[in-house]
């Protein structure tokens, strides 16, 4: 996910169908793509590991290196199994990383490598891509542009759904399908139309924005995982 944003800018400024609101260019920047990037810290990804925590890539041809990041944990863990199989003395394990650290460490590993390129793509879940596609659909994106552009589907809504943080209102984009559909029946009075778009739009409008006004809503991961190590999660919507 290196520059996510820039390596998808092309797709970010031509599915303009997919978001509301159009992004101006040359304006003021409420936050940098660095920044931007830090929001994920509350979508926890799951990698194959060693057991001191560093991701194992697999070789793919004589180039690449992969490392899929996954979403849905049991999708990582018959990930794991296959890998256990073929690698029975890896002593390999599925952690769970923060998807902003474990894109840091995807650069980390990239500016090491001389003759390989390691390629790190998130793994959404099976419903939630087939869903996005969906909806794309209906929003009138065309199908070369979700072919080409959709890669990690998130989902929000217009007019936009908000929570409340010690940083103020915040308008939200969800990982899930669900969990968007969740919030969106519990708001009453105002008819709440729930669209998709690729996470780089997400970012593409989060860093466009002239202040800092969205986050990404924690996934049922992020959850379980706060619940497992005795902290509270965020409150939900």
């Not at 998808?8 to 997919?18: D, E, H, K, T, Y």
């Not at 180039?63 to 990041?69: H, I, S, T």
């Not at 390999?92 to 793509?121: F, G, Q, S």
């Not at 202040?211 to 965020?234: H, I, R, S, W």
Request: hydrophobic share 45%; net charge positive; glycine share 6%.
């Amino acid at each position: 996910m290196e520059s996510v944003f820039k390596a998808a800018r092309s797709f970010v400024l031509g599915a303009a169908a997919c978001l509301p609101v159009v992004m101006g260019t040359g304006s003021v920047h409420a936050i940098p793509e660095a920044d931007a990037l830090k929001k994920l810290a509350v979508i926890p990804v799951f990698l194959i590991t060693n057991e001191q925590g560093s991701p194992i890539p697999i070789p793919q041809g004589d180039k690449n290196l992969l490392l899929p990041m996954f979403l849905d944990q049991a999708k990582a863990q018959k990930e794991l199994e296959a890998f256990n199989k073929a690698n029975p003395a890896a002593k390999a394990r599925v952690t769970p990383i923060p998807m902003n650290l474990a894109n840091d460490k995807v650069n980390e590993i990239n500016k090491k490598l001389t003759d390989k390129k390691l390629v790190a793509p998130v793994i959404s879940s099976d419903a939630d891509m087939a869903k996005a596609v969906e909806m794309l659909r209906k929003q009138g994106v065309s199908e070369k542009e979700i072919n080409e552009g959709l890669s990690v589907p998130v989902f929000f809504s217009k007019p936009f759904i908000t929570v409340n943080t010690p940083k103020g209102t915040k308008a939200v984009f969800f990982l899930s399908y669900n969990d968007a559909a969740t919030a969106a029946s519990k708001i009453t009075g105002t008819k709440v139309e729930l669209l998709a778009a690729d996470l780089t739009v997400a970012l593409g409008r989060i860093i466009e924005s002239k202040n800092d006004e969205f986050v990404f809503y924690p996934t049922q991961a992020f959850f379980k995982l706060m619940q497992e190590q005795g902290q509270p999660g965020n409150n939900k919507p």
